[in-house]
């Protein structure tokens, strides 16, 4: 069965920085992608960063552009994505998503997308 297990979720002060993790499992090979998504309370889910089996390229939501890291460890099958200089427009629940093996070229961070997708962990960030 495969899984998809999200950490790292938190409280911080705007300014701040948090790193979610994202830990794969019941899949033998890589995923063609893995992306995170997030979802605000009475908003639509959005893309926020994705990336190729290979760890490049990568696609990011212009809303986080030069702030938000997203990275994958494909010994280990993991993402991570790395929030800085989070702002109070930032606080949504998280998702890890995956694609198992298709090409979504030009929707790399559309949610329809996605294949498989994590429970979530909850990001707020104070001002």
């Known amino acids: 069965q495969v899984q998809l297990v999200e950490s790292g979720g938190g409280s911080v002060q705007a300014g701040g920085s948090l790193r979610l993790s994202c830990a794969a499992s019941?899949?033998?090979?890589?995923?063609?992608?893995m992306a995170w998504f997030r979802q605000a309370p009475g908003k639509e889910r959005e893309g926020v960063a994705s990336?190729?089996?290979?760890?490049?390229?990568?696609y990011y939501a212009d809303s986080v552009k030069g702030r938000f890291t997203i990275s994958r460890d494909t010994v280990q099958n993991m993402v991570y994505l790395q929030m800085n200089s989070l702002k109070p427009e930032d606080t949504a629940v998280y998702y890890c998503?995956?694609?198992?093996?298709?090409?979504?070229?030009?929707?790399?961070?559309?949610?329809?997308?996605?294949?498989?997708w994590g429970q979530g962990t909850q990001v707020t960030v104070s001002s």
């Open positions: 019941g899949y033998s090979y890589n995923y063609k992608y």
């Open positions: 998503a995956a694609v198992v093996s298709r090409w979504i070229i030009g929707s790399e961070l559309a949610p329809n997308s996605y294949d498989v």
């Open positions: 990336t190729h089996s290979r760890g490049d390229p990568t």
